[in-house]
């Protein structure tokens, strides 16, 4: 039998207000907080740190 897929679908927003956001996987069983990354934000042409936000 096939093991549960436990990782839910996450989006990662951009703090510098660009609009500009990645999807990603989370489990929400390892990592309860809300996750925070510093990735590229093509938009502001930098490194900025991403919040997790809702998938609507």
Same mark, same amino acid.
């Given at each position: 039998?096939?093991?549960k897929n436990n $990782?839910?679908?996450i989006r990662m927003n951009s703090t510098a207000d660009t609009g500009f956001f990645y999807v990603t996987r989370k $489990?929400?069983?390892n990592t309860t907080g809300k996750l925070t990354l510093r990735k590229y934000d093509p938009v502001v042409r930098r490194h900025?740190?991403?919040k997790e936000g809702k998938i609507k």
């Open positions: 039998m096939a093991k $990782n839910e679908w $489990n929400p069983r900025v740190e991403f």
